[in-house]
């Protein structure tokens, strides 16, 4: 059974320039989280889908952040216009059940914003 | 609100040395808790996970965690540490889907170095 898959593994961009993330979580999880790690900090929550839904986005952390979910299968979270600060490793989770289930982890993309 | 400790940044142990990782949370009731370990290049992987029940958990790799409600604690243990051990651990806890969702909470990491 393939993992939760991200891509890409990195990005570089010039402050000012969009990014687009995408997230694959493991067939017949409807449970997709994204996180995220800034240097030398906490990994903190960004947002939770149910299928196709937004269940939680308590985290997102301003509007320049956009997540979807098409269909309920791959999600992208797109960065526009990125910031310095938004640099860091974003991780993208999946559960088959939302309430305690293993959340199954990719292996993250490392974004740098110059 | 939840939060989690792990008041160490680094540790250093040699190889068949034994290992414990601290952990404390702060939440009202009783939580959700793991550990996860990320070795470089890899995703997070799941070593154990508390909810109820028995306070002792095992977990892959030969690791083992206690919940000591009394301590807000939730420290990692392994008796023998092997060089391929060496990787960033994670507490984390969460807490009932009706109060703050499914989010995880994590700690800030604790660097395993393993010496032989």
């Known amino acids: 059974e393939a993992g939760v898959t991200q891509f890409p593994s990195h990005s570089v961009i010039e402050k000012g320039q969009t990014v687009t993330l995408r997230c694959d979580p493991i067939s017949g999880h409807d449970n997709l989280y994204w996180y995220r790690r800034v240097m030398g900090k906490e990994i903190k929550f960004l947002l939770h889908?149910?299928?196709?839904?937004?269940?939680?986005e308590s985290g997102m952390p301003n509007n320049r952040f956009l997540a979807e979910r098409t269909g309920g299968t791959y999600s992208t979270l797109k960065v526009q216009p990125a910031e310095l600060e938004d640099s860091g490793v974003y991780f993208c989770?999946?559960?088959?059940?939302?309430?305690?289930?293993?959340?199954?982890f990719g292996p993250g993309t490392r974004l740098l914003v110059l | 609100a939840q939060s989690v400790t792990q008041p160490d940044i680094h540790i250093t142990v040699s190889e068949g040395a034994s290992l414990e990782l601290r952990c404390n949370y702060s939440?009202?009731?009783?939580?959700?808790l793991f550990w996860y370990v990320q070795s470089p290049g890899q995703g997070l992987q799941l070593l154990l996970k508390y909810f109820s029940g028995d306070t002792l958990v095992q977990g892959i790799k030969g690791f083992e965690a206690e919940f000591k409600r009394s301590q807000s604690s939730f420290n990692l243990r392994k008796p023998s540490v092997h060089w391929s051990d060496a990787a960033e651990y994670f507490c984390a806890v969460g807490a009932g889907a009706e109060e703050y969702g499914n989010k995880l909470v994590f700690g800030a990491g604790t660097i395993l170095r393993v010496k032989s």
């Open positions: 889908f149910v299928k196709e839904s937004k269940q939680d």
């Open positions: 989770a999946s559960s088959q059940e939302a309430v305690w289930e293993t959340q199954y």
């Open positions: 939440y009202g009731a009783t939580p959700y």
